[in-house]
């Protein structure tokens, strides 16, 4: 038995020995908190590997990509041609580039109100 199986089997029988007596001064709430956070980190464990593996695909498959970008030849981008068409038809008023009159009705003024109370309105000078 090398020495390393051995501080290991002392390492084990120390920390089993140490939660019982532990666990043996707790009380039952104390206990019941101490397996409630045990259960949710060892579930949380599973959700992590996955993720691990996922980014880690992610990651090498983009680094793959990256690495043959760099060996393929360079490209050009895409040239994009739009013939013009006909002219589009314009109404009677707009012949000319003038924009129509504007609408000669008056003015009215808005008025607001603040939703809130009154300490919310600007002060009266």
Known sequence: MRIRHVVTAFG?????TL???VAKQMTTEAMA???GVVC?????IPTSVLMLVALSRR???RAREEAAA???PASYPPVVVIQGG???PQFPAMQGGYWPAPNAAPLVSRQFHVVGGEELA???S
């Open 86 to 88: 006909a002219q589009q």
């Open 59 to 61: 990651d090498s498959l």
């Open 70 to 72: 760099r060996h393929a």
């Open 12 to 16: 084990l029988v120390f920390a089993v």
């Open 122 to 124: 600007w002060p009266d």
């Open 33 to 35: 908190v101490v397996i």
């Open 19 to 21: 939660a019982i007596i």
């Open 40 to 44: 949710g980190v060892l579930a949380g």
